[in-house]
């Protein structure tokens, strides 16, 4: 970084040198470089494959429990407005012809959806009981984001709520339906989880290579 | 033409394998229809037995049973357009007929809707979600061996070949003792294999399994049963804790019985090896001094048997009776009746005799006979010899009986008894046991007692003769024989009485005949 020139000999302050002046740029822009680097956010280190489906099982079971206590629900229980929600069917020789990306892609599009979903019926529930299920629900539902993620499939969704869906997911796709009643909601996130979300885990292919 | 036979024989294989899976998929069906038929309630029964198809049925009575063109099944998948099924008519048991449809293509994960309609009517509605109405073939390749261990097997199996299902499913497994209805029953999920714990050594198992969804994703029926297999364990070895205790238990009886053993030694040891009795204590110095030698302990001894009598005689031998005095008043001052050949040293006997004879009547007191006794030690009696007995002696005078053969005057009986004790008697014996003879008229009685009573009546005379009896007490009878041949002369008509004596001398008399 240059030679400082020590004091004159008669005490004099040094003249600095244009050197050094020009240097210290470069070091601050590599330092504020650094720390970026460091904050940026998104950027987790690598998860282990969550491969065990006993997981995904206590998630399914959790939602059926939901459904059951939507059913028992009269009042204050009801949407505020239609939702969009995926789709559940699952034609075999229609999943087989998609490759597994395509059908990660599915998934994680049907759990955005099925968060916005449930994150609006939260809002509407007064029920203590049912309020608690909701918020179960979405959290098993971030869960299993991260689950997905750990069997290496590109997931977009950060958060419960995030307010932007991912990419490749269309309001009124051929994949989704609107649903205007709170067990309808539930249901077909009970469905969804048992269907997609368990065929796309039991056959990940990470979890086949290690022989689960 | 070679091409075109070919072509038959395959052709030919084709239909003969797929009539073999028909007929075997048709009994298949059947099973499974007969399995619904006692477990689902609600018509139509739907059960699916893969991931694509799925089979619903229903069954009418032949009377109001139609031909299959009248029924209609729809089905309706949620959020799509309704579809029709064919509808297969099939005899059924108990005249009944099997109306069913098969779907090839379904969804899954999604309310299905389905609406059987009998000429426009609708006869079933039921909604229903195809993963959750799975009925399995049975496992296939069930196989059971046994393990290294006792009372263990390992079952292991081939699932049902579906996709995607593999993870979803729960077995049962039924093992019982083959013959009894002794067994359990055990849940195994996710696995196709298990180890059955628990069993009987040695017994012979059969083991069979069947398969169900789990519940969670998919759920359904249980499968049938696959067919049993036989199957026994290892023989059972011995638990080393049965063993142990079977040792120590052992030990403890074997050490309480030693003890019991040496408490009781002694008792049985004369039990089972028996002391023989050795004389010698009563043989004093026969061994020790004598070698055993018998008869020089005889000899050296010899003094001293006349204390032991009874080791020598079982019985005692009659000693010979003598009359030594005559007692009576009035009795004739003639001398005694002759006597046949008579020593010369027999005189002086007869001499004494008779002064006894004056004693008697000159001291008519109870202690004369003591007297007399004494002066008859005096005299040169008979050397005691070995067969000294204690026996009493007892002259028995003849007696006339009325009624009776008339007897000899020497059979007085009528006289008094005189008991007399034989001289020699040994120095053990006191005089006061005198034999005792009490009197009776013609009785004849005699009593046991040794106890000696002369009454203070004189005796009555003496008859002409008399004759020696032979007295034998053994202290329960006294038994008189005659002995002597010296008065045989004075016999007559040689009647003689005697009388046994068995504590009391019977009434009766029995004359024996004379005879020496």
Redesign the interface.
């Known amino acids: 970084m240059g030679n400082r020139r020590a004091k004159g000999r008669n005490g004099e302050d040094p003249v600095r040198d244009y050197v050094d002046s020009d240097m210290e740029a470069p070091r601050l822009l590599t330092l504020l470089l650094m720390l970026l680097e460091w904050t940026r956010p998104g950027r987790a280190s690598p998860l282990r494959p969550i491969c065990d ?1 006993r997981v995904l ?1 206590h998630f ?2 959790e939602a059926k429990d939901a459904e059951a206590a939507m059913l028992t629900c009269k009042e204050g229980c009801g949407l505020p407005e239609p939702v969009t929600v995926p ?7 229609v999943w087989e012809r998609k490759n597994a990306p395509e059908q990660a892609k599915e998934v994680q599009s049907g759990l955005w959806l099925l968060s916005q979903a449930v994150g609006s019926l939260r809002g509407s529930v007064t029920d203590a009981t049912l309020h608690s299920h909701i918020d179960n629900s979405l959290r098993n539902i971030f869960s299993i984001g991260q689950v997905l993620r750990s069997l290496n499939f590109q997931v977009f969704l950060r958060a419960p709520c995030q307010e932007y869906p991912p990419p490749g997911v269309g309001v009124s796709g051929a994949e989704t ?1 609107r649903v205007s009643s709170a067990s309808e909601l539930l249901q077909v996130h009970v ?2 989880l ?3 979300v ?2 796309l885990l ?2 990940a292919a990470v979890c086949q290579q290690g022989g689960s | 033409m070679t091409n075109d036979h070919l072509k038959k024989l395959l052709v030919y294989c084709m239909l003969c394998c797929t009539q073999k899976i028909i007929v075997q998929g048709a009994q298949t069906f059947q099973t499974k229809v007969a399995l619904l038929r006692h477990v689902e309630p609600n018509n139509p029964k739907c059960f699916a037995e893969g991931i694509r198809d799925l089979t619903c049925f229903w069954e009418e009575d032949e009377e109001r049973a139609g031909s299959a063109k009248q029924y209609s099944f729809i089905y309706t998948y949620q959020n799509e357009n309704s579809s029709e099924c064919n509808v297969t008519a099939l005899p059924a048991a108990g005249g009944r007929i099997l109306y069913f449809c098969r779907l090839s293509q379904t969804q899954l994960f999604v309310p299905l809707d389905i609406q059987v309609f009998r000429d426009g009517l609708l006869i079933h509605n039921r909604r229903l979600h195809i993963e959750l109405f799975f009925l399995l073939d049975p496992p296939v390749n069930l196989t059971v061996k046994r393990t290294e261990k006792q009372g263990q097997l390992k079952a292991s199996w081939m699932p049902p070949p579906l996709k995607y299902l593999d993870d979803s499913m729960m077995y049962e497994v039924s093992y019982v003792i083959a013959g009894t209805q002794m067994g359990q029953v055990e849940e195994v999920r996710a696995s196709s294999e298990v180890i059955l714990l628990g069993l009987q050594p040695g017994a012979k198992y059969s083991v069979r399994i069947r398969v169900k969804l789990d519940g969670v994703s998919y759920n359904g029926y249980w499968s049938a049963w696959t067919d049993p297999v036989l199957m026994a364990t290892l023989p059972g070895d011995l638990d080393p804790l049965i063993v142990s205790l079977t040792l120590i238990i052992s030990l403890i009886l074997t050490l309480l019985s030693l003890t019991v053993l040496l408490s009781h030694r002694r008792f049985l040891l004369n039990k089972i090896w028996p002391v023989i009795p050795n004389p010698e204590s009563k043989f004093q110095g026969l061994f020790t001094v004598y070698g055993g030698d018998f008869e020089e302990w005889l000899g050296y001894s010899a003094g001293g048997l006349c204390l032991r009598p009874a080791y020598f005689y079982s019985e005692e031998l009659p000693a010979p009776l003598e009359v030594l005095s005559e007692v009576s008043l009035d009795l004739p001052s003639s001398p005694l009746p002759p006597k046949a050949k008579q020593a010369p040293g027999e005189d002086e006997k007869l001499k004494r005799i008779d002064s006894l004879m004056e004693r008697w009547r000159e001291t008519p007191h109870e202690h004369w006979l003591m007297d007399q006794l004494r002066v008859l030690h005096q005299l040169p009696g008979p050397q005691c010899s070995q067969l000294e007995s204690q026996d009493a002696y007892v002259t028995l005078n003849a007696q006339n009986h009325s009624g009776e053969e008339p007897l000899d005057d020497i059979l007085e009986e009528t006289l008094p008894l005189q008991a007399l004790f034989a001289s020699g008697r040994t120095c053990s014996e006191s005089h006061s046991d005198l034999g005792s003879l009490q009197q009776s008229s013609g009785s004849g009685r005699l009593s046991t007692q040794s106890s000696f009573e002369y009454p203070n009546h004189t005796w009555p005379p003496k008859g002409p003769g008399y004759t020696y009896m032979a007295v034998a007490d053994s202290g329960v009878s006294m038994d008189y024989s005659p002995m002597s041949s010296s008065r045989i002369d004075y016999m007559g008509k040689g009647v003689i009485y005697t009388n046994e004596y068995r504590n009391e001398i019977p009434a009766h008399r029995q004359p024996i005949p004379f005879a020496f």
């Open positions: 489906l099982k399914i079971e789709q559940t069917k699952v034609d075999f020789n339906w469905n969804f048992r269907g997609k368990h065929l039991s056959n």
